[in-house]
């Protein structure tokens, strides 16, 4: 039985970990294998193929690591830079915060970004310091796709456009944690040397898998980098990948027929279909934000993500009691404010294998429990809004027309 | 994988089959067992003494027979009737009108109350009839509780105060598919003999389970009673009964444990608030229809159903485009509207398994329907009638206070 | 939780219910549907074709009912005969008592031809009663092909072979609820007109689906069959196969998609395969009994079975003692000896999706408890003889070659 | 679909990951959660207090990482050591030497006491080691309770004896991936310093969480311990049970809520029992090896493991071709030799969820096997022996007496 049940579904509205998809659920209801068979090794094969889709890179090497986004990062960080490297890295929310920790922990040199949280990694920032390092002595740009805490999506592009102009050498290391398989992101197209997502994030696996794509210029910096690592260290994936039988360590079964299975419903609904979903999904929560007249803790358009969105609630109204009133008198478990923006911010999640009427009950909830804290919202605002933009923009579901 | 995949969850609201919760699904995931070991007779002894409480009995004998409604059905009326019987039977809706079919297939002389569809059963004829019927030719009262194809829920004590009125013997047989577990149901107070469900109703299990309960009056009824019947000759279940195997064929393994975890569930919800929430989900819906500016197909609202809800719509359109568009766009699945009310109305199931925010999700896609077929509702207005009521009637979830 | 639980898995070793595999226990982990969307119809389409092929008939019509093998058993009687008619069935054991009794229950005159527990039927006889038959009044020769109770499999060729020899008209009605899927059958080839399995035995599913076929003549007598029958009426199929809608009322979903996956794996076995492996598992299990000096109920070697093996043990043992104790020792389920052989047999269902090593663990587990209970069996003899056999005969798995 | 299918059951005899109990896969199916309800924290607050149990510690503190045993090991030296610390480890078979590759790796000064493979540690080198070592420059003991490759158990209470004797403060830090739960292990009584197992191994589920144990001395160590560790880190659990919240980044939910069920069925069986069930199947394995005049790769008998049995195979005979064959014609997975006993034995693992009669089928299939690649063995030896004595041995299950 569920730990603390309540009837009906579980709205699931943090911004990770997501909903599962039934027939995810069902790859994944099996018994153990023994992984040095040979079924365990052709799966894996085609797994490593057709992940790194969901880079969008054909060169790039993936690692399924038995490990969550924070050894994920440490994975990329760990294989491709030595002790006192320095690092460009961005301060704008929480998960960039904790990379930077991270970084800082791993004795590199970090040269800290900052931003007010709510606004984009300061990309002018970065040109002046990549156009004042003529010596090179940055090693690695790291920078989050999208800032889960605060629902920002930097311009990686642009990131690359810079690099480009300097004609600089670093690496570019790219948390793509909740921005993966939902968000516009091009590894070969952008440059990028390091992506990573978690299985638990737009994927809608369970937690378990670090999923971590290398150019290869990356893997030639592991030749060089001198960190410290085994667990993590993709030179003992590389070995098993030239034997054939793919595992350094005895891998998840059940996450790998797992993959197997979101991986096909990706590709079935289309990955730029999936992309265009989580842009109508983030559109409608923004618009119902503003009908409900309250800001998103984002500050700009050019921000704005279609993954997660913060929402900025009056001073008089403390954002986890939201929170609390959501799971106790709704079944719906909305993202907490963290750190910096405690209190003041509560998230909405849209991000996996969602749908446009998920969404719709959990606005309708939202507007609930914004007027049980004392909010004055005209109930229906934000559903009004949301529908009005969706129903003129949702498609016909492809394999039902 | 499903047969036609669509992003997100399937939001089904079909008068039943309905969700199943993860606590039951987990319970039935599960291989097969000797039925015939001491375990499943124990299992069986506990779901026999529990579901008894579900039809508000404690003298009467529940059968688990593996069949569906329409099965149960059968088992009611040969078990008590003999051919050639005459019954009292209410024509309110497709599923009243099935039944009398049956009735009159299995050859009883079924005297045929017909009402308009969207009225409940004319109760007032019941008393003539029973007033005329001073030589007892009237040897059961059938009536279905709550008619599924109009959202029509019938007076049961009424039912019974007019049999005692008149002091008549019949039996009195009650379809209660779309009504236990879900709408108050008192077999023991209203004198019901033969009550009866399917599992993928309210009680929120797979289709498979037709679900019995006979009073002493009854079972005292099989003795005379001559219809033809084996499989659902219930003295084959007492036999086995009485030896303490239970079962005299194979049961569904698989079943038992999912009733008995969707009886747990019930329990600790507590069957009153579960029928309190249903009256909050049905009160919910009326509200949304009404501001919407359609009619519900009940025409009084002592009839209104808290388990269905049956929405006529203006003749310029048909209401299975309506249906299909659901499905086809939003993932929603509506009820269609059967036989005489084909086209007219569309229905929304809102029963079992189900929360408010589950069904402001689904009332917002309708709201996106109505406009994509062309009728002027302004949208948000269901979901904000909904809410206002909603929002000062919904409980914490007890366990998580 | 299981409802009395053992550490390992349940050795299931009765012949029915039978291990569910896997593939199949994943098909059947979702969510309720609805049946009247389009996506139900096309599957159900899919398995209304393949499930011919189990029945190797091309001119046969299958109906996949909710109810369980004497459901479907009262499916073939009362869709093709009426009260009064005159039936030649043959009492072999158990179950074929059980469908004489209700043939019985259901106002047919049953001509039984008897035969001592252990044999098969005895045609001889029935070519009797064929011969003297120039009337046609046997409507129908009602036979179970393979006899659960003694592990005895009847000559079917040879059943159609006589009612050729005598141009008899009579309907050839087949009870292969432990034959099909795992037995050679052949219903166009043999004449066979109604066959039936439940989806519990071979095909290796819960239970819940009674499988049923009917030949166009069998499809013809419903026209003038007058049974009484609703819930089983083969015309209501009928009616919704016409409208492509399938079914007359609610099937379950789940095991819809568990048949589609139970198929699709007969299917990649190969259905030539799945019998010869029946065969090697039946040839395994009796050199098992013979080495433990014990007798097989099944008199004769023309009538051996492959799907069970009922084994007599010496009168100064009980068999309930054997199946009780293999239960609370050792984990596995065998079949008890019923009615007449109570107490003198036990029985060892070998049929569904297993595999040798398996049979091994329980014929090893079988001489165990022969010991426990004072028999003097030879440790390891019944398994040495089963290996001697295997060894030479089990192919590679195709799959994996 | 399984990657590659075959009928029945497959026989998991690898040495971890190994079966899961049913009721631990039902309760790992379900959707994600957010981990940062209260429903989360209850349930995990139960869990860090009943894993204490598995590894008989009140006073230890548990982590539950998200990895492997690889990860568990790493957390466990970089925990409590600095680089440059010397360890004395012992290199007796494939995995100690792995922890030795990773203990060297991380930049140890690893004193390595190296045996014969399919001996155990020599612990009177231990011993001179720590006499000699007055300085108390050996900061750790690592040692493999039970080696995987060889089926080695080392005698852990004469570790820590010798540690007493020469009063040395060294840790005592312990792999036991195949032994907790399946093997007696005294985490307190010995003074064990840090003890591991991961999930896929005795716990019975799948691969992904690495359980890690610290004494307060442990603990104490993490103060002063210089290596670099950010994933691995225990204050940042540390820093999170303090909070409440328990979680420094997202856990798999579906393990969380599986580990709970897999603790109360080892709680149900008993954990004396469970640790009985493995010496049975050892015992029972290493009776039929020698039944097939095979020689145990373990040298003596207080070495011998109930959890994994390596069996030496003449030289005329390649051990991977019987693995090999194994998998393709008996659906039955054994353990390879790994290095220095590639091609030389093979393993069958006999720990974890597992029954009698499930290691007999093994049995006889290795048996088949055996002859299959050309070893004159008698076929049903092995399983004779077996059986002799677990007839003796085997209780009643408890709950079914």
Known sequence: MDYVYGPGRNHLFVPGPVNIPEPVLRAMNRNNEDYRSPAVPALTKTLLEDVKKIFKTTTGTPFLIPTTGTGAWESALTNTLSPGDRTVSFLIGQFSLLWIDQQQRLNFNVDVVESEWGQGANLDILAEKLAADNAHTIKAVCIVHNETATGVTNNLAKVRKILDDYNHPALFLVDGVSSICALDFRMDEWGVDVALTGSQKALSLPTGLGIVCASPKALEATKTAKSVRVFFDWNDYLKFYKLGTFWPYTPSIQLLYGLRAALDLLFEEGLDNVIARHSRLGKATRLAVEAWGLKNCTEKEEWYSNTVTAVVIPPYIDSSEIVRRAWKRYNLSLGLGLNKVAGKV????????????????????????????????????????????????????????
Do not use: T, W
């Open 346 to 401: 509560f998230r909405i999640g849209h991000l996996g294998n969602l749908n446009e009427l998920q969404l719709l009950g959990c606005l309708a909830g939202v507007e609930m429990i914004l007027k049980d804290v004392g909010y004055p919202v005209k109930l229906g605002s934000g559903v009004a809004a949301a529908c009005a933009y969706l129903q003129n923009n949702i498609p016909l579901i492809p394999s039902r027309i």
